[in-house]
């Protein structure tokens, strides 16, 4: 790398990409389609209307530590471990109660 820079070489050799001639579509394989600056635009909007947190959503972020054993069974099932989590521990609620791990009376 450094004797590319002593030379005044670029590792990317931008001007040579920035020479070559623009992408043209062959019309056969749609796959190999580029997309128009409409299509590009819209797909940026849409990527950005699904981050975040659903409008309307009563979680609530917070920091909690558990075994690793317990963290590697609810991750090895797949997406959704924390919803999992999630459902467990409100249904251990409905019999033990918010104080302490004690049976609700």
């Keep these: 790398m450094r004797t590319a820079s002593i030379a005044g070489k670029s ?3 931008v001007a040579r990409v920035r020479a ?3 992408y043209v ?10 997309l128009s600056q409409q299509e590009m635009r ?8 699904r981050r975040g947190r659903p409008v309307g959503s009563d979680k609530k972020s917070t920091t909690i ?5 317990i963290l590697d069974a609810f991750r090895a099932a797949g ?8 459902a ?10 918010p104080s302490l ?5």
């Design 88 to 97: 467990a521990l409100r249904d251990w609620l409905k019999t033990h109660g």
């Design 20 to 22: 070559a001639s623009p």
């Design 42 to 49: 819209s797909g940026i909007l849409a990527a950005r209307k």
């Design 101 to 105: 791990g004690r049976p609700q009376d």
């Design 25 to 34: 579509w062959d019309g056969k394989d749609l796959d190999d389609k580029p």
């Design 65 to 69: 530590r558990f075994d690793r054993d």
């Design 11 to 13: 590792l990317t050799d």
């Design 79 to 86: 997406p959704g471990w924390q919803t999992r989590i999630n």
